[in-house]
């Protein structure tokens, strides 16, 4: 990549704000807006948050780990960084676009790095239609929710919830249930990027249904839509030897 003009920022942990301290000491201070290339000190909820705010923005994200997990984070090492940079790899990522109804007719939009997932709101189990580019293919799910994540987002929330891990570049999305019990041992299905996926909340009146894009909660959904954005992109720096498809690769084989 051209020369980096590196901006730093970093979340409110004190370990992170004093690494962005000493590397703005070390490089200099330079506002996000004339900058090229984002260094986020942190973990993975702050690079999401960062990522969020680059959406859309000729910007590279370059993630070095001052948090308490970092998947998405490269090896804190303040020496040398602009060759290291300079040297990394590009992972461009496209967003979840999810449209979602409340009981008030309200439309929702939001976008989502990882997962868009629908959550029961009481000790009630959520009941949901799942229809596949405009086919129905469940007519009842019972469960605690259901989410839609992408390859970057599998191995988040969605592997917690024994979905599966999806390799960069496979152009896949991980349907998975959360807590399923009807059909009891479903496991949900893998698709490819370009699929619509939308859910019905049935009996929403008596089984509230909340749906949450990364960290943008709608309450009270009756459908949602999701679909990738392509017209929206981030884009990921990593060191060569620990980029982001080998780390997904190796999360496969860690017990």
Not at 219 to 238: K, T
Request: aromatic share 6%; net charge negative.
């Amino acid at each position: 990549m051209a020369k980096p003009k590196i901006a730093f920022v970093s979340s409110s942990a004190p370990k992170a704000r004093c690494a962005k301290t000493k590397l703005e000491a070390m490089y200099g201070a330079l506002d996000p807006d004339r900058a090229n290339v984002i260094v986020a000190l942190g973990g993975d909820g702050f690079m999401l948050e960062t990522l969020h705010r680059c959406l859309g923005r000729k910007i590279a994200v370059y993630g070095m780990n001052r948090g308490s997990v970092g998947f998405l984070m490269n090896a804190f090492e303040p020496d040398d960084l602009p060759r290291r940079i300079a040297a990394s790899e590009t992972t461009v990522l496209n967003p979840l676009l999810m449209t979602a109804t409340d009981i008030h007719g309200t439309c929702h939009e939001a976008v989502a790095i990882n997962e868009v997932a629908l959550f029961r709101e009481t000790s009630q189990t959520a009941k949901v239609r799942i229809e596949v580019d405009g086919i129905a293919r469940m007519k009842e799910l019972i469960c605690d929710g259901v989410l839609v994540a992408t390859a970057a987002g599998s191995t988040a929330y969605n592997l917690s919830a024994h979905g599966p891990i999806l390799p960069i570049g496979s152009r896949s999305l991980a349907l998975t249930p959360i807590s399923a019990f009807r059909p009891r041992r479903w496991r949900g299905a893998i698709l490819p990027e370009d699929t619509r996926v939308s859910f019905d909340v049935l009996d929403h009146n008596k089984r509230p249904v909340s749906a949450v894009a990364d960290s943008t909660e709608v309450r009270d959904v009756v459908s949602v839509e999701i679909a990738c954005d392509e017209s929206r992109a981030v884009r990921l720096l990593f060191d060569p030897e620990h980029n982001l498809e080998e780390r997904i690769l190796n999360e496969q084989f860690e017990s």
